[in-house]
């Protein structure tokens, strides 16, 4: 039944040289009972440890692969974005290439996406999260925070792990937004999410290329893009300055003319004065945070620069150019 039906699976490769081959030998075993079509689009996103000649190995040597290069290091959104572009799947899934997640995961949600009609997307979240104390619960407060900011609601631990229907993928390819943010992103475009539940697996090879300083940034910048509540709050926050300091002056006014009260002066005028200095800075820098990603984004500049693919001999790839 499911035999016509292709499924592509976008894998970003970072400095991933030793996991290549045997990620593809797990993904391929996996897949090959399943009576499913299948591809592999490896992005390399600017790799500097081989990764690239391992790739272009892979697809002499092995079928259903395209691996495309990028010119330098554009960031895993960035190689999802690429993927997307050139994935020709009816169902497209993204997957890591540390083999961290689970190819028998994958192949489930694949299923679990074909058994249910109404269902437009699986989103695979970590069970457990077997990060330290630190991590986890900055990853959980930040999830938190991003829903309250956002208008539509994330999946708490959600993963960029998840399969969907190339109806999904080419809504997502009609948003061309520069500074990508997938968790967003998917949260954003709505459709039947399914949530499916699996348990990381430890990194085959390699480093992890996310240090806490990264995943900070990485959530900073996910609030900023898809939300505009931080502006709001400096507006909110302006306002309640201003009327606890009208107050304040009142309080000041009595207290001076009818009470003759001394007015203590300096300290506090400092203290005020270097609060309310900072928290008009933060706000600049807020609003400085938004003009500035207007600023690239008018600029139109590519989210990604491929410098070479290298496809299997089975494989007919051509530039996937629009949604029908
Ligand atoms: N990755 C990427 N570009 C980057 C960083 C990471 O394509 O700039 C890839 C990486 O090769 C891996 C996936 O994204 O396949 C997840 O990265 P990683 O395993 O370092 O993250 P973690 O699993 O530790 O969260
Ligand atoms: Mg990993």
């Excluded at 400095?15 to 689009?41: G, Q, R």
């Excluded at 330290?132 to 994330?154: A, H, N």
């Excluded at 900073?220 to 107050?247: D, H, N, Q, V």
């Amino acid at each position: 039944m499911n035999s016509q039906i292709k499924v592509s699976f976008i894998v970003p490769a970072y400095n991933e040289v030793d996991n290549v081959f045997p990620f593809y030998e797990a993904f391929s075993k996996t897949f090959a009972d399943s009576n499913l079509l299948w591809e592999l689009i490896f992005i390399d996103d600017g790799s500097s440890d081989g990764t690239r000649g391992k790739l272009r190995e892979l697809t002499i040597n092995k079928p259903n692969v395209l691996a495309i290069s990028f010119s330098r290091n554009f960031g895993k959104e960035a190689a999802i974005w690429a993927g997307l572009n050139n994935a020709t799947g009816d169902i497209i899934g993204i997957i890591d290439a540390d083999l961290q997640q689970d190819p028998q995961d994958a192949l489930n949600m694949v299923n679990a996406l074909l058994d249910n009609d109404d269902c437009d997307m699986v989103a695979a979240f970590q069970a457990h999260r077997h990060e330290g104390r630190l991590l986890s619960f900055l990853k959980r407060s930040f999830y938190s925070l991003m829903d309250s900011m956002m208008e539509t609601p994330v999946l708490k631990d959600a993963s960029d792990f998840r399969v969907f229907r190339r109806c999904v993928a080419d809504t997502i390819l009609s948003m061309p937004e520069f500074h990508r943010f997938s968790k967003g992103i998917f949260s954003w475009v709505g459709f039947n999410t399914m949530p499916y539940a699996y348990e990381p697996l430890e990194r085959q090879h390699g480093v992890s290329k996310w240090s806490l300083f990264k995943l900070l940034q990485y959530a900073f910048s996910g609030i900023i893009s898809f939300s505009t509540k931080p502006l709001r709050a400096a507006s909110w926050l302006g306002i309640s300055l201003s009327i606890l300091s009208f107050i304040y002056f009142l309080v000041v006014m009595v207290q001076k003319t009818m009470f003759s009260i001394p007015i203590p002066g300096y300290a506090t005028l400092i203290c005020l004065i270097l609060l309310i200095g900072g928290v008009q800075l933060l706000f600049l820098g807020i609003a400085g945070e938004y003009i500035g990603r207007t600023y690239i984004q008018v600029k139109s500049r590519p989210i990604y620069i491929e410098s070479k693919r290298f496809q299997s001999q089975n494989i007919e790839h051509k530039h996937y150019q629009e949604c029908e």
